[in-house]
């Protein structure tokens, strides 16, 4: 069983930055793609990046440019550090494996981010 927990969130004023971290730990596997999701009152959740076991990365239009996926294996820790933030960033993220086939691990508590002035 894998637990993930989600930190780093907060409030932000329009244009500003975020680092989240999420720590995987139980039955881990650096070869896991891993992504950050998020989900806002009202809408389904989202994928907004991924990244493989060597680095390759993903991510939708909506954040392409200003976000940046990175993982350390060794710590089992992936992180999205999130640049020129909107108001539509606003959301609970969340970090989970990749799947096609709705296996994901427990989510997460997740992690509040609001972006407002």
């Known amino acids: 069983q894998v637990q993930l927990v989600e930190s780093g969130g907060g409030l932000v004023q329009p244009g500003g930055s975020l680092r989240l971290s999420c720590a995987a730990s139980?039955?881990?596997?650096?070869?896991?793609?891993m992504g950050w999701y998020r989900q806002s009152p009202g809408k389904q959740r989202e994928l907004v990046a991924s990244i493989t076991r060597f680095g390759n990365t993903n991510y939708a239009d909506s954040v392409k440019g200003r976000f940046t996926i990175s993982r350390d294996n060794a710590k089992n820790t992936v992180y999205l550090q999130m640049n020129s933030l909107k108001p539509e960033d606003t959301a609970v993220y969340y970090c989970n494996k990749m799947s096609t086939t709705n296996d994901y691990f427990s989510w997460g508590q997740g992690t509040q981010v609001t972006v407002s002035s």
């Open positions: 139980g039955s881990f596997d650096s070869l896991y793609v």
